[in-house]
């Protein structure tokens, strides 16, 4: 299925329904997003509110290969900044962002684990998850991309 923009999204991991996810840009802008699923089929609700109540105001379907989750998530609060070094008022920041919490073994070129209690996800270049990773998630710390800004999730509904 394709999107307004024509795009298709495929999630190869079970989808996350049910949580509202909002967001708030520097300038005090909100908006919301939730999935809705049943079986492999999907869509991505968005709202231009701080929940996801009444009529959404777009709508873009999802392909799923993997199934729908209800739970086995772990929720954070995503800080999105212009710099590399996490300082500063974020450029963004999302509440209620939940992922799929596997089982720790390596999927789509990801493994996610909990080190010392804390969520981590450790993204690798094959599909085998060998080798060093690339990047390494780790909630709660800073995570700079290359000088064109930087990201930290904390964990707010943690798996471990």
């Known amino acids: 299925m394709k999107d307004h923009n024509g795009d298709v999204h ?73 710099d590399g070094h996490c300082q500063g008022k974020p450029q963004t920041t999302t509440t209620n962002e939940y992922i799929y919490w596997g089982d720790g073994s390596c999927q789509n070129n990801a493994t996610q684990s909990c080190v010392n209690g804390v969520p981590t996800i450790k993204f690798y270049d094959d599909a085998a998850c060998t080798g060093n990773p690339r990047h390494t998630l780790t909630s709660g710390m800073c995570n700079p991309h290359g000088g064109h800004g930087s990201d930290m999730m904390n964990v707010t509904d943690s798996p471990c």
């Open 10 to 82: 495929t999630f190869m991991e079970p989808v996350v329904a049910g949580k509202c996810e909002t967001e708030t840009d520097e300038e005090g802008h909100v908006r919301s997003r939730q999935f809705v699923c049943s079986g492999t089929t999907a869509s991505q609700n968005y709202y231009n509110a701080s929940s996801c109540s009444g009529n959404p105001v777009g709508s873009d379907p999802v392909t799923v290969k993997g199934t729908c989750a209800m739970g086995g998530c772990a929720g954070f609060t995503h800080y999105d900044w212009n």
